[in-house]
C-alpha cells in the first residue's frame, strides 16, 4: 500500500509539501500541486484515516453494507449481526449500495475514511468495486460478503443455497400441475447476475419446461419493477399460470399487479417468493414462501468477523444455508385456466 512519502517521491516534493496538497492545496503552487495530484492517482493512495484510532488499538468499527435499506432480509440481517457485534464491543455502521457496485465503490470510500476494521457487503452488480474491495484487504480490513458472492470472488461468504431453492420451488410448482411458470427477474451477467435467475431456466429444463422467450424480462429487485413486469406478463396472449418472485419485495409489487387485475390466488394464478415477511403470512390466502434463515445467515457473519479481528483468524470459507419452503395458500393446481389464458378477468369491485 503506497504512503505519503511514496507520493512525494514520485512527484518530486518533500512529505510536507505531499500532505499539504490534501489538507491544504490552496498555499501550492498549480504545477507543484498537480504533480502531487498525479502521483496520488497514480499510485492510488489514499489518506488512512483510520490512523489517528489505531494508534491507541485496534478500530472497533465494523461497515454493513446493504443491498436495499428498504428491503427487510437487510434490515433483519443488520439487527442480528448488529446484536452480535455490539455484544463484543463494536460499532456497526450500516451502508447501502443499491445492488450497484458503481454506488459501492463510494460507499466502500466513506467506511474505510470511518476506521472501519472489517466489511460485510452484499456485491453490487458489476465490476467497479472489485479492485478496490482488494485492496482494502491489502491494507489489513477483513471483508465478507453475503447474500449474493461474484464469481470467483476471493473473499469468505455466507450465502443461501438459492440454487437448491430454485429448483424446489419450481418443483413445486410442476408438481401442481404448472408449465407456463415465469420468474420475475431473467439472468443478466451484468445487470442481473443472481443465482435465483440463472438457476430457473436450469431447473425448468431438467422438467421438460421452457420458458418462453416472452417471459424473460431483466429488471431491478424492486417492487414497483415487479409492479410492472406482472402486468406485462399477465397481459400476454398466453400469460404465467404460476410466479416466482425472486424477494419479498418484489411479491409486494406482484401481489398489487394480481389484485388490481381481478385474479384470485390460487384460483386463477399461483404465487410463490422467496422471503418469508411478516406480510405474506397476513394477507388472504397467505403467500407461499422460501424462507431465508437470515439470522442464523448474520450470525455466522458476525462470528467470522470477530474471528478475524479478535484471533486473527482470515480463513476464506464459504458457508451456504439451506432454504425451508413454508406451503400456505397462494398455490394450487390451476382451476380457472380460461381466465387466466384470456388475461381479461373482470376487475374487483
Known amino acids: 500500500m503506497a504512503n505519503i512519502q511514496d507520493v512525494a517521491r514520485l512527484a518530486g516534493v518533500s512529505p510536507t509539501t505531499a500532505k499539504r496538497a490534501l489538507r491544504e492545496p490552496d498555499k501550492l503552487t498549480p504545477e507543484t500541486l498537480a504533480r502531487v495530484q498525479q502521483a496520488i492517482a497514480q499510485l492510488h493512495y489514499e489518506p488512512d484515516q483510520r490512523a489517528g484510532s489505531l494508534r491507541g488499538g485496534q478500530s472497533r468499527t465494523v461497515g454493513l453494507v446493504v443491498g436495499s435499506i428498504v428491503e427487510p432480509f437487510f434490515?433483519?440481517?443488520?439487527?442480528?449481526?448488529?446484536?452480535?457485534?455490539?455484544?463484543?464491543?463494536?460499532?456497526?455502521?450500516i451502508s447501502e449500495n443499491?445492488?450497484?457496485?458503481?454506488?459501492?465503490?463510494?460507499?466502500?470510500?466513506?467506511l474505510y475514511g470511518q476506521r472501519v476494521a472489517a466489511i460485510l457487503?452484499?456485491?453490487?452488480?458489476?465490476?467497479?468495486?472489485?479492485e478496490y474491495l482488494q485492496r482494502l484487504r491489502d491494507r489489513g480490513l477483513f471483508v465478507l460478503e453475503y447474500d449474493y458472492r461474484p464469481p470467483g470472488s476471493p473473499f469468505p461468504s455466507v450465502m443461501l443455497d438459492n440454487a437448491a431453492c430454485m429448483r424446489e420451488a419450481v418443483a413445486y410448482l410442476h408438481g401442481l400441475g404448472h408449465t407456463r411458470i415465469a420468474a420475475l427477474g431473467t439472468f443478466d451477467p451484468e445487470i442481473h447476475p443472481e443465482e435465483r435467475s440463472r438457476t430457473f431456466p436450469e431447473a425448468m429444463r431438467e422438467r421438460g419446461l421452457t420458458v418462453p422467450a416472452a417471459y424473460q424480462r431483466v429488471t431491478l429487485l424492486t417492487e414497483d419493477?415487479?409492479?410492472t413486469l406482472t402486468h406485462e406478463l399477465l397481459g400476454l396472449p398466453d400469460p404465467p399460470t404460476a410466479l416466482i418472485a425472486l424477494t419479498g419485495t418484489q411479491a409486494i409489487g406482484a401481489f398489487r399487479a394480481i389484485r388490481e387485475r381481478g385474479l384470485r390466488l390460487p384460483d386463477d394464478l399461483s404465487l410463490l417468493t422467496f422471503d418469508n415477511y411478516p406480510w405474506t403470512a397476513l394477507v388472504d390466502p397467505p403467500i407461499t414462501v422460501i424462507e431465508q434463515p437470515v439470522e442464523a445467515m448474520a450470525e455466522a457473519a458476525a462470528q467470522a468477523v470477530l474471528r478475524a479481528l479478535e484471533d486473527g483468524d482470515f480463513r476464506t470459507d464459504h458457508q451456504v444455508m439451506r432454504g425451508r419452503l413454508i406451503v400456505r395458500g397462494s398455490c394450487a393446481p390451476l382451476r380457472s385456466s380460461e381466465m387466466v389464458a384470456a388475461g381479461r378477468a373482470p376487475l374487483a369491485p
Open 121 to 130: 457487503v452484499r456485491p453490487g452488480y458489476g465490476p467497479d468495486s472489485r
Open 75 to 93: 434490515a433483519q440481517f443488520a439487527r442480528t449481526a448488529g446484536r452480535t457485534l455490539q455484544a463484543a464491543g463494536y460499532t456497526l455502521i
Open 98 to 110: 443499491e445492488y450497484s457496485a458503481r454506488l459501492e465503490l463510494q460507499e466502500l470510500s466513506r
Open 225 to 227: 419493477t415487479a409492479y
